[in-house]
């Protein structure tokens, strides 16, 4: 048998926010992916004998573009050139 109860701390909720620098790389990412964005949406706006210059279809293009915003077109793109210019 005790005389002394213990007694267990309150909980608190804490909400703790990610470092700046993790902050501005988010920022930063999410930059970079809109203007990679952009920059896909203008290399759809090519003539199809410019984009068979440079190893892509129109359907290539078309196919980055309909992926989620979060993620960056040009890369998918660059990918898909480079796989075609090695099978060739």
């Not at 896909?40 to 892509?56: H, K, R």
């Not at 196919?63 to 990918?79: H, I, Y």
Request: no cysteine.
């Amino acid at each position: 048998m005790t005389l002394f109860t213990r007694q267990t701390p309150a909980r608190r909720l804490t909400f703790h926010l990610p470092s700046p620098a993790i902050l501005l790389a988010g920022a930063s990412a999410m930059l970079r992916t809109a203007l990679n964005r952009r920059a896909a949406m203008q290399v759809a706006q090519l003539p199809d004998y410019l984009l068979t210059d440079i190893g892509l279809k129109r359907d290539d293009v078309h196919d980055a573009l309909e992926q989620s915003w979060r993620t960056d077109p040009t890369f998918q793109l660059a990918m898909v050139a480079a796989k075609r210019r090695r099978s060739t």
